[in-house]
């Protein structure tokens, strides 16, 4: 049965007059997914109706010749498209030297912060990327690997809401989470349409190329539909984590106090220039559940900019003189009033008779 003009994508989020942007790399995924718009916006029947550009963003990581060369295969194949092009050149080693990043991080603050541009200055509505299944599994792997939280195990989202100024809302939609690189590559040669191979994604220094080349060949021995399994796994963490965002919503301006009880009644608020603080009744926390009890500590210190490890939260936990006390080996936290803590990213913890109360410094 010979294959469709089109790969099965997700509709929902757009709708006819909307313009959307396909971010396209050369490389398998990408040049499938333009495709698949483009056949979409020609169908006879059920058209996309939608306004289809593409954006190029050449990292200046590989070579000059292959990156000129990639530049080259997308604006032949947008030319012979009759699809408008926004190409964006960065140096992502310069930033990746100057930030501290990982180039993997720098490279995607790069092409975030351009199609955040483009959706900012009207030309999209939506940008939408071509990451696969192969792809989620890989990033809820690796994301597992460094001990990330519900959140984080709910890997490469569908959609992603992106708010620029002046007030404009876009969003970036990922239309192939569904569909397995194998099909893709089968797609593109059924329709004799060639592709380019980053040299990159064979480079094992970075941690993704590991994960994809190394590791999960060895674990489809264990189970052979391993990919599909951590993206179920990806979509249960984040149906789960909304439906806690949900109830912390609802439950945090019940629970958490500004700055710091003063005698006669009322709170005082820290004068230090650019301090702030947060606090929560110890009997408070007593009458949550200890998986509510985690998250209300954790959203109390990511309203003040900061983020916490699992340790840290469970020396927090420790401070207020609740399990689970700190891992094996971790700093001792006595469980009295006054006593504090110092932890990552200026953030600093002190025990009260009655609170805890959480404060940062920038």
Same mark, same amino acid.
Not at 9 to 22: E, K, L, M, Q, Y
Not at 121 to 137: F, P, R, V, Y
Not at 159 to 168: H, M, R
């Given at each position: 049965?010979p294959?469709p003009a089109?790969?099965?994508f997700?509709?929902t ?11 396209i790399s050369g ?6 997914l333009?495709?698949t718009?483009h056949?979409?916006n020609?169908a ?16 200046g990581i590989?070579s000059?010749?292959e ?6 295969f ?5 030319a012979?498209?009759?699809?408008p092009l926004h190409?964006h050149h960065?140096?992502v080693?310069a930033?990746?030297?100057q930030?501290?990043?990982?180039i993997e991080?720098a ?8 199609f ?11 940008i939408?990327t ?7 599994a890989?990033t ?9 939280w ?6 490469i989202?569908?959609?992603v ?15 192939f989470?569904?569909t ?5 590559e ?7 349409q ?15 190329n ?9 674990l489809?021995?264990y ?11 990806a ?6 984590e909304?439906?806690?965002?949900s109830?912390l919503?609802?439950l945090l301006p019940?629970?958490l ?18 301090e ?5 009744e ?16 954790r959203?109390a210190?990511?309203q003040l900019?900061?983020?916490l490890?699992?340790d840290?939260?469970?020396?927090? *936990? ?7 006390y700190?891992?094996i080996g971790?700093?001792?936290v006595?469980?009295?009033t006054g006593?504090t *803590? ?6 600093h913890?002190?025990?009260s008779a009655?609170e805890?109360?959480?404060?940062r410094?920038p």
């Amino acid at each position: 049965m010979p294959q469709p003009a089109l790969l099965p994508f997700d509709r929902t989020h757009i709708h006819p007059g909307d313009r959307i942007c396909a971010a396209i790399s050369g490389g398998a995924d990408s040049v499938a997914l333009l495709l698949t718009l483009h056949a979409a916006n020609q169908a006879k029947h059920d058209a996309l109706g939608a306004g289809l550009s593409a954006v190029h963003v050449v990292h200046g990581i590989r070579s000059t010749e292959e990156s000129a060369a990639d530049l080259n295969f997308v604006r032949d194949l947008c030319a012979a498209l009759e699809i408008p092009l926004h190409i964006h050149h960065a140096d992502v080693p310069a930033r990746a030297a100057q930030t501290r990043e990982t180039i993997e991080e720098a490279a995607r603050e790069v092409r975030y912060e351009f199609f955040s541009n483009l959706i900012a200055s009207g030309h999209a509505d939506s940008i939408l990327t071509a990451h696969t299944l192969d792809d989620q599994a890989e990033t809820v792997l690796m994301k597992l690997l460094r001990g990330a939280w519900t959140e984080g195990l709910s890997g490469i989202h569908p959609v992603v809401l992106v708010n620029t100024p002046p007030q404009k809302q876009g969003k970036i939609l990922r239309l192939f989470l569904s569909t397995r690189r194998s099909e893709i590559e089968a797609f593109l040669k059924h329709q004799n349409q060639p592709w380019r191979e980053d040299s990159t994604n064979t480079d094992t220094t970075y941690t993704r190329n590991r994960i994809r080349h190394e590791l999960l060949p060895q674990l489809r021995q264990y189970n052979p539909s391993l990919d599909q399994t951590l993206a179920n796994l990806a979509e249960l963490a984040r149906e789960e984590e909304s439906r806690w965002q949900s109830e912390l919503t609802r439950l945090l301006p019940q629970i958490l106090l500004p700055g710091k009880p003063v005698r006669g009644g009322g709170r005082a608020v820290s004068t230090t220039p650019g301090e702030s603080s947060v606090a929560i009744e110890l009997d408070r926390l007593k009458s949550l559940d200890p998986a509510l009890r985690r998250r209300v500590i954790r959203a109390a210190a990511r309203q003040l900019g900061a983020r916490l490890s699992f340790d840290e939260t469970a020396r927090l *936990l420790a401070l207020c003189g609740f399990r689970p006390y700190p891992p094996i080996g971790a700093p001792t936290v006595a469980a009295r009033t006054g006593a504090t *803590l110092a932890l990552a990213n200026g953030l600093h913890a002190e025990r009260s008779a009655r609170e805890l109360r959480l404060s940062r410094k920038p």
